[in-house]
């Protein structure tokens, strides 16, 4: 069903015809039109370029493409009759993003967003994204800017295929030790060359592990430049022959892989967090406070796998609480020293399987909550959710995500997570196998 969570800024992007002009009298032969699904993932198809005219007639999908849990199938429609007779959704390119990948010169690639009918899908996470920021906008008079930070692994492709790429090396460097190859090297310059907003890239902690940082930007090209970092850093790692894994924790003993947000408010040409003295704002404490109240719903999008939840132990700078802090990186909300301008909180909690899309509309729901209310931030905060069980449980009592994400979204969500849970809880581990078989 249509919701009404989703505001004007979700509206069908207008076609320029200049702009066009020039794309079309590039050497491209193909373009490809790109969505995000709910988990992050990359979903399009590609198209001859002499039919991008057309395309912004839209594209038609299954909506049961959106509604999907990480094998493939589809919500019930016993559940969701609504999506019964799998009727159609339609992906509207915004031309505005498009760009040339430079490892496929010929290829042009546009981000779309999903609508129904008139009216943004539910299911879509950049509307969902584009419907808070609107929502924040047109009550508050502030404008968000964000910045992810992805941390990832590349496997070798050998093997098991858990044997890291580049064993040796140290955190925070960039050397020929910690990419003997050069292949993370090769990987970053053509992800600068994708125009997204690619700055720094350094060894992570464990062996393998990476981390790329991104500009701060508006909310929606914030979150549109992690999704597409993510998605490049996987093709790129194919032709490396390797593997790149953004799950949250893929080796026992070793660090997980986090996707830190950072963020701020803005009224106009002014940063509401900051203060001319070096603090924080009242504003910027009832955006922590907004968003310490709504932690545990947050979880369900920040950790949103049953092996997100082995990341978050309190080691390796991950939060077991929704704490706060001044330059606490074992926080839940960190604020960087950086002030002026650069004033900014950080929510840490959010692993590297998320979706940058929903991650990001969640922590605006729940700041927008805390300024309207006029919420008050707790330093201690409480435990957060061990499971991502608890995790889907919180958000569906949660009412200012059912109301700003829609009824629709929170169920559908809830039901293909619910699923991996089930799927985990039934499967035998070789970790059991090993340590029960012999013994018992």
Not at 81 to 103: C, E, I, N, Q, R
Not at 401 to 420: H, M, P
Request: net charge negative; proline share 6%; with cysteine.
């Amino acid at each position: 069903m249509p919701s009404t969570a989703l505001g004007p800024e979700c509206a069908r992007p207008a076609f320029d015809a200049d702009y066009l002009d020039q794309l079309l009298a590039r050497d491209i032969t193909v373009v490809r039109i790109i969505h995000s699904d709910l988990f992050g993932r990359q979903r399009g198809k590609q198209y001859p370029v002499d039919r991008l005219l057309s395309l912004a007639k839209g594209i038609a999908y299954s909506k049961m493409s959106n509604a999907e849990d990480l094998l493939g199938v589809p919500v019930s429609a016993d559940e969701f009759p609504s999506l019964a007779k799998h009727p159609d959704l339609h992906a509207f390119p915004d031309v505005g993003t498009a760009f040339v990948p430079p490892w496929e010169p010929d290829s042009l690639w546009v981000l779309a967003s999903l609508r129904e009918g008139s009216a943004p899908s539910v299911l879509c996470p950049r509307s969902q994204l584009s419907a808070a920021a609107d929502k924040l906008h047109t009550t508050l008079s502030l404008t968000a800017v964000a910045a992810g930070e992805p941390e990832f692994y590349l496997f070798r492709t050998d093997g098991d295929g858990k044997t890291p790429y580049a064993a040796k090396g140290v955190s925070y460097t960039m050397d020929r030790i910690t990419d003997p190859q050069g292949c993370v090297g090769r990987i970053h310059r053509q992800l600068v060359g994708m125009n997204i907003g690619v700055t720094a890239v350094n060894r992570e902690f464990s062996p393998g592990q990476f981390e790329i940082n991104l500009d701060h930007g508006p909310v929606r090209d914030a979150a549109d430049a992690a999704f597409l970092l993510e998605t490049g850093v996987k093709e790129l790692a194919v032709l490396e022959q390797l593997d790149a894994n953004f799950m949250a924790k893929p080796c026992s003993g070793e660090e997980g892989s986090s996707l830190h947000v950072h963020l701020s408010l803005w009224n106009e040409d002014t940063n509401v967090f900051a203060t001319s003295n070096g603090g924080l704002t009242e504003t910027a404490r009832a955006a922590i406070a907004g968003i310490q109240a709504h932690a545990d719903a947050i979880m369900a999008f920040a950790a949103p796998t049953v092996n997100s939840y082995k990341r978050l132990t309190g080691d390796g700078l991950s939060p077991r609480r929704s704490n706060w802090g001044e330059d606490d990186r074992f926080a839940f909300v960190r604020v960087p020293a950086e002030r002026g301008r650069a004033t900014r909180i950080e929510l840490r909690a959010g692993d590297a399987s998320a979706s940058p899309h929903l991650l990001m509309a969640a922590i605006l729901h729940a700041a927008h909550d805390g300024i309207a209310r006029g919420l008050v931030p707790d330093p201690d905060g409480r435990p957060l959710p061990r499971s991502l069980r608890e995790s889907l449980g919180a958000l569906e009592a949660d009412e200012t995500f059912r109301a700003g994400f829609g009824e629709e979204l929170v169920t559908v969500y809830a039901a293909i997570k619910r699923r991996e849970i089930d799927a985990f809880e039934t499967t035998v581990t070789d970790w059991e196998w090993n340590l029960y078989g012999p013994r018992v």
